[in-house]
């Protein structure tokens, strides 16, 4: 779901944008001041900020210059009472993306909106035509998951339950949110439901609701998830979970888009669409007996796999730089880049925690290092001491052996010598002596 943060010290202001904001489809977080403003900025990152040019402490173009400082890809839109081209021209040229003044009608923000989703679309198309995806929190230019992607694009629009299965961390959740997001329904709720996380009657009354007095602690009506998520989408996380009786009364929602809440006959229908993700091989827990075919087959109409990080290799320079950067912003810290020795070791690692444990070592390096660089030395013991003969793998090959086959892969797939030295993320004059080292043509 996308973020948005309004900086205004008018409350009425700050209900009345909350409210028109989440009822398109944004989570919002609000600020009555300056220093508050760019708290809350740094903490949500967030993709849309309403930024006021008059607040109790800061003037809103010192604030907004502090925000685009960050390096951030998010969107100011300013609103102010004292609207005057000067102020309009100077909020544009330090980076704004549109100028509102007060008093505004809902018609003209909807304009404004418009005119940011089309240059969103466009960033995106300018992204794909440099060969890397960016959308929803998803960032990759390998062929694989940009076909998975543009299966997801194509089958957002339709009412079939989808199944996306992958290793724990490979980002199923931005997949579901972000299908979510290129779906008609993307102005209602999305909501999600971890089912690895409550107990069977607890997931039951989580997921369907119950009525008041239905079991002990049941002290007054509650909807379900699947109620709340009327006319939008609810995620079932690690669905592979849901114990066996709750697995038939979810099977018979899926049939009849209808269910009834614990201690309550009445039926409820709701329109939701279904998207479940699985960690575990859900074919194999059907022949163990510990999930129903018939669920499967519901969930399962069209399943997306999500490759685990390893077989991404062009991948990780591209994540790396990028989440560094984001936690470096988020912390305050200087931190840019990452030396050409360190990077191979990210490379030659084999992240069984996928993109979610490399998120984390780049926050921990962001946190931990203190020149502008990150070096071998700054990587957490398991990433630079990494020895593939105690995680099974055979066919070992030295680090020399490993760098000149990837080169060689990389430059035979690479459109031009220069994105090939980006995908490997080095400078294309390291490229070059690289190649004459290895004899590489």
Not at 45 to 50: G, N
Not at 233 to 240: G, I, K, N, P, R
Request: glycine fraction near 6%; include cysteine.
């Amino acid at each position: 779901m996308k973020k948005a943060l309004v900086i205004d010290d008018d409350r009425n202001i700050l209900t009345t944008l909350e409210i028109y904001l989440e009822d398109k489809g944004f989570m919002v977080d609000t600020a009555a001041s300056g220093e508050e403003g760019v708290e809350k900025f740094r903490a949500v990152s967030p993709d849309l900020v309403l930024l006021d040019m008059k607040l109790p402490d800061r003037d809103g173009l010192d604030v907004l210059k502090e925000i685009v400082s960050y390096d951030t890809k998010a969107q100011v839109l300013m609103i102010t009472a004292y609207a005057t081209i000067e102020t309009a021209v100077s909020a544009v040229k330090m980076g704004a993306f549109d100028y509102l003044p007060k008093p505004f009608v809902p018609g003209q923000l909807d304009l404004v909106l418009e005119r940011l989703n089309r240059f969103h679309l466009m960033e995106a198309e300018i992204a794909a035509l440099k060969g890397i995806f960016s959308e929803g929190g998803i960032l990759t230019r390998n062929p694989k998951m940009k076909k998975i992607l543009e299966t997801a694009r194509q089958a957002a629009d339709s009412h079939a339950n989808i199944l996306i299965s992958g290793e724990s961390g490979t980002g199923k959740g931005l997949l579901a949110e972000l299908i979510h997001d290129w779906s008609g329904r993307v102005n209602k709720p999305f909501v999600t439901v971890d089912c690895a996380a409550l107990q069977e009657n607890l997931l039951e009354s989580h997921l369907f609701g119950h009525v008041k007095g239905a079991f002990t602690g049941a002290l007054r009506d509650k909807a379900g998830k699947l109620q709340s998520a009327e006319g939008g989408t609810v995620f079932l996380d690690e669905v592979s979970e849901i114990p066996g009786p709750v697995q038939g009364k979810l099977l018979r929602f899926l049939q009849n888009r209808e269910f009834e809440r614990l201690g309550d006959p009445r039926p409820i229908t709701v329109d939701v669409r279904v998207i479940a993700a699985a960690n575990k091989d859900l074919e194999e827990l059907i022949r163990d007996g510990l999930f129903r075919e018939d669920l499967y087959f519901r969930l399962n109409v069209l399943e997306l796999f999500l490759p685990p990080l390893r077989e991404r290799p062009e991948d990780i320079p591209l994540l790396a730089r990028h989440y560094l950067r984001r936690s470096a912003r988020l912390n305050g810290k200087a931190v840019t880049c990452i030396t050409e020795d360190a990077m191979q070791r990210l490379q030659y690692y084999s992240w069984p925690g996928n993109v979610r444990e490399l998120v984390n070592a780049m926050e921990r390096c962001a946190v931990m290092v203190k020149s502008a660089e990150v070096h071998v030395a700054d990587l957490s013991k398991n990433i630079a001491n990494f020895n593939p003969a105690r995680n099974g793998e055979t066919n070992l090959e030295s680090l020399a052996e490993v760098e000149k086959n990837q080169i060689r892969k990389v430059t035979a797939h690479a459109s031009s010598f220069e994105e090939a030295a980006r995908i490997l993320g080095i400078d294309p004059a390291t490229l070059w002596r690289k190649r004459k080292k290895y004899a590489l043509d």
